[in-house]
């Protein structure tokens, strides 16, 4: 493995760690230090706007590297990540404002998005667990 190999690996261990802390760690944080949840719901909201955008760039550095097949698991969290993002979001935006999306609720939204989030750190960890650093 090369230089720019070496570093796209770090790249990806890097975008792996920083969805899981925020899932595991940042999210709950301020929720718990945060006494109006709206605003702390505004926060995480955010935060994960920018996990996704910040997964849209290393989905797209994995498109001009060499072995860019072997991406597949990112592409697919960078995916589940993007429909999260502009799908999910709005219908729990609806939802919050409206009662019911679809006959869901806000909180059944939530938990859509949360799953949908979770197989895209899955798949993350997946991709950097299989990766042959050799």
Request: aromatic share 12%.
């Given at each position: ?6 570093a796209?690996?770090v ?6 760690g920083s ?9 709950p944080?301020l ?5 109006d ?10 935060l ?5 955008y ?13 072995g ?12 589940l990540?993007?429909?999260?993002e502009w799908?999910?979001?709005r219908f729990m ?5 409206r009662?019911a999306v ?8 939530h938990?859509?998005?949360q799953?949908?989030?979770?197989l895209a750190?899955l ?5 950097v ?6």
């Open positions: 493995m090369g230089a720019v190999g070496k796209f690996h790249l990806k261990t890097l975008w792996a969805l899981w802390s925020l899932a595991i760690w940042v999210a944080t929720f718990f230090a945060q006494s949840r709206r605003l702390a719901g505004v926060l995480a909201g955010r994960f706007s920018i996990e996704t910040l997964s849209l760039a290393v989905g797209a550095i994995a498109l001009v590297l060499p860019r097949t072997r991406f597949l698991k990112g592409y697919l969290a960078v995916g990540l993007a429909a999260n799908v999910i979001k935006t609806d939802a919050h404002a009662g679809y006959g869901l609720t806000f909180g059944a939204w938990g859509v998005s799953v949908i989030y979770i750190c798949l993350v960890l997946l991709l667990w299989n990766e042959d650093s050799r």
